[in-house]
């Protein structure tokens, strides 16, 4: 028996040197705890330490924790590696060749037209140029482009997909760091609603469309003097429907064109706004004033004073955002401005 259990000792030393040199974890693992099994049914004889009272588990049981461990933690680093891997062929980028379309890439790819717009914000769908990259997703779900103050559960709420699979698809760790401006691949998402119909929208007004049907417009002139600080279009992920023009705070907003006066008051996100109803069903917007300097229903002149800039509902700053509208379609106001 001694024999026995001097050939399991030495066969214990054998498998903790084959452990250490080979890539079979999971073998070395299991002969390694059925060699300390055999010297564990023998503790009293010679050669065997006896553990004093009070002393935690064997060595070899320590070791064999460790040795646990270990191999989980290589799971997981494999784990993480392959999921990169998936990551970094979800985006992949398709180059603008001479004469294609997006409606061409669109279908070549097997994608929603609206979706493949709205990944890559293009604010005229007819205008894309030969050598220009298109972000395209080779997985099933969106794309979404972080926006200052997005979170992952409020991004999983907009496109109807979970949290927990955007945290793992995207690596993003327990703290769920989000950087503005990223792109998130959304598994399994679908374009919300009100994205897509903005797209449809930009489909409809770009100048290549619906605006060659409409009646001839007022002859529009420009509100406020100023810098454009965000133009029509898409903006970090989402549809902006004006154009923004930063101007001093309390600077004079002037009609862009003659008109009533069909709307005042305070709008979620607008602030303080006023809208001028023009002939023909043509509209305008002016939003975030400080202050109204007209009441509904008055009649102005083109160049008259309306409102004074200011920075109320969603801004950042002092500026004017004006929307040029007819009926319930919202355009680009440079498309109608003199000077663009």
Same mark, same amino acid.
């Given at each position: 028996?001694?024999?026995?259990?001097?050939?399991?000792?030495?066969?214990?030393?054998? /498998?903790?040197?084959?452990?250490?040199?080979?890539?079979?974890?999971?073998v070395c693992l299991?002969?390694?705890?059925?060699?300390?099994? /055999?010297?564990?049914?023998?503790?009293?004889?010679?050669?065997?330490?006896?553990?004093?009272?009070?002393?935690?588990?064997?060595?070899y049981l320590k +070791?064999?924790?460790? =040795?646990?461990?270990?191999?989980?933690?290589?799971?997981?680093?494999?784990?993480?590696?392959?999921?990169?891997?998936?990551?970094?062929?979800?985006?992949?980028?398709?180059?603008?060749?001479?004469?294609?379309?997006?409606?061409?890439?669109?279908?070549?790819?097997?994608?929603?037209?609206?979706?493949?717009?709205?990944?890559?914000? %293009?604010?005229? $769908?007819?205008?894309?140029?030969?050598?220009?990259?298109?972000?395209?997703?080779? /997985?099933?779900?969106?794309?979404?482009?972080?926006?200052?103050?997005?979170?992952?559960?409020?991004?999983?709420?907009?496109?109807?997909?979970? $949290?927990? %699979?955007?945290?793992?698809?995207?690596?993003?760790?327990?703290?769920?760091? %989000?950087?503005?401006?990223?792109?998130? /691949?959304?598994?399994?998402?679908?374009?919300?609603?009100?994205?897509?119909?903005?797209? +449809?929208?930009?489909?409809?007004?770009?100048?290549?469309?619906?605006?060659?049907?409409?009646?001839?417009?007022?002859?529009?002139?420009?509100?406020?003097?100023?810098?454009?600080?965000?133009?029509?279009?898409?903006?970090?992920?989402?549809?902006?429907?004006?154009?923004?023009?930063?101007?001093?705070?309390? !600077?004079?907003?002037?009609?862009?064109?003659?008109?009533?006066?069909?709307?005042t008051g305070t709008?979620?996100?607008?602030?303080?706004?006023?809208?001028?109803?023009?002939?023909?069903?043509?509209?305008?917007? =002016?939003?975030?004033? !400080?202050?109204?300097?007209?009441?509904?229903?008055?009649?102005?002149?083109?160049? +008259?004073?309306?409102?004074?800039?200011?920075?109320?509902?969603?801004?950042?700053?002092?500026?004017?955002?004006?929307?040029?509208?007819?009926?319930?379609?919202?355009?680009?106001? +440079?498309?109608?401005?003199?000077?663009?």
């Amino acid at each position: 028996m001694l024999h026995f259990y001097l050939g399991a000792k030495r066969l214990l030393c054998n /498998v903790k040197k084959i452990l250490f040199t080979s890539k079979i974890l999971p073998v070395c693992l299991a002969l390694l705890f059925a060699a300390g099994t /055999v010297l564990s049914l023998f503790p009293g004889r010679a050669g065997a330490r006896k553990l004093p009272p009070g002393t935690g588990q064997p060595s070899y049981l320590k +070791q064999l924790k460790k =040795y646990r461990a270990g191999i989980e933690q290589h799971k997981k680093e494999q784990e993480k590696i392959k999921r990169k891997e998936t990551l970094s062929k979800a985006i992949q980028q398709h180059i603008v060749q001479p004469g294609e379309t997006l409606t061409h890439i669109a279908r070549d790819y097997q994608l929603d037209l609206e979706a493949l717009i709205c990944w890559n914000g %293009l604010t005229d $769908p007819h205008l894309i140029f030969p050598g220009e990259a298109l972000d395209l997703l080779s /997985v099933e779900g969106s794309m979404h482009t972080v926006n200052q103050g997005d979170t992952v559960e409020s991004i999983a709420e907009l496109y109807q997909s979970e $949290p927990q %699979l955007i945290t793992a698809f995207n690596l993003l760790g327990e703290e769920r760091n %989000l950087t503005p401006g990223e792109k998130l /691949v959304i598994p399994g998402g679908t374009l919300p609603a009100a994205e897509k119909k903005a797209v +449809q929208a930009a489909l409809l007004t770009s100048r290549y469309g619906l605006r060659d049907n409409l009646p001839a417009s007022p002859a529009f002139d420009w509100p406020v003097s100023g810098r454009i600080s965000s133009p029509y279009g898409w903006r970090q992920g989402t549809f902006h429907y004006g154009l923004d023009i930063a101007v001093p705070h309390g !600077s004079t907003i002037r009609a862009a064109a003659a008109g009533v006066v069909a709307e005042t008051g305070t709008k979620q996100g607008y602030g303080l706004m006023l809208i001028l109803d023009h002939r023909d069903n043509w509209k305008t917007l =002016y939003a975030h004033c !400080s202050r109204l300097l007209v009441q509904e229903n008055e009649k102005v002149s083109q160049g +008259q004073p309306v409102a004074l800039i200011g920075a109320t509902g969603n801004a950042t700053g002092p500026h004017l955002h004006l929307e040029i509208r007819h009926g319930k379609q919202r355009f680009d106001p +440079q498309l109608y401005l003199p000077g663009t």
